[in-house]
């Protein structure tokens, strides 16, 4: 069965402007800044995909789900891992199902029958990329860590971002009637083909500075004091210059926050810091260089 995309019913779906993307994120507790709401905004009003590149942590995945939160929208994710193949990402049959309904047709029904009996859709499993094309409503697609799939999965996505259809031999083309919002997310373990850049435009996101992450980490956690929140930005940016395994990210950051106030820790000296390190620094080796570089009980 063929949709056809038809693109007036997804006008206005998303942001009016750069300024309206960053008030509609922020008030669903997104802080952004100019190039990540201007970009936000480019992603709905060009309908291309984004791709958002940077280390783990920083608010890749946030950001889809904060769309989705600010624009009503349904999100759909993919996650993404090494084998993750065709029947996972898009869709495969129920082929249990299949064969019971076979052998409950009527042994004299020829085959072109059967065929067209049992590849429709009460046998299809959707799954993510599919799922999305089919969606009338407003939705974001977050195919998430897209570095950890194999280069083959780079041709199937090709296809979804170049036009946005899906082809499923046995029933034809599937198109989109409304383009989701397609938010593509990785750590750059490795190099995504250039034909996948191509086809979206780009954002690389680091780690805030100290007087963000501080706004971040005061509007996400109710009780932290402002001057417990500036300690805490500050031995975290302490740690991310060390070269740890795992920088703290910044939902470690807010949830370290949580941790002070939860344990009512109304200063961080080096104590408290020792005292509640395994919520921000999760490998033991980690830990010891924290310890030794920052002087911690010293």
Partial sequence: MIRPYDRDVSTSTWFQSPDDAATRLNAVGYLTDTPTATTAYLTGALEKPLLLEGPAGVGKTEL?????????????????????????????????????????????????????????DEFLLTRPLLTAIRRTEPTVLLIDE??????????????????????????????????????????????????????????????????????????????????????LVETIGRMRDLELKKSPSIAESVDWARTLVALQIGKLDDAAITRTLGVVLKHRSDQERAVRELKLGR
């Fill in 146 to 231: 897209v570095d950890k799939t194999d280069v083959e999965v780079e041709g199937l996505l090709l296809e979804i971002l170049s036009d946005f259809q899906v082809t499923i031999p046995e029933m034809g083309t599937v198109s989109a009637v409304r383009k989701p919002f397609v938010i593509l997310t990785s750590n750059a373990s490795r190099e995504l083909s250039e034909a996948v850049k191509r086809r979206c435009l780009y954002l690389h996101l680091d780690y805030p500075d100290a007087k963000r992450e501080k706004e971040i980490v005061l509007s996400q956690v109710p009780g932290v004091s402002d001057k417990v929140a500036g300690q």
């Fill in 64 to 120: 889809a789900k904060a769309v989705a939160r600010a624009t009503d929208a349904e999100l759909i994710r993919l996650q993404c891992y090494e084998g993750l193949d065709e029947a996972r990402a898009l869709y495969e049959w129920n082929y249990k199902k299949q064969l019971l309904r076979i052998q409950a047709t009527d042994t004299s029904q020829d085959w072109e029958q059967t065929h067209d009996d049992i590849f429709t």
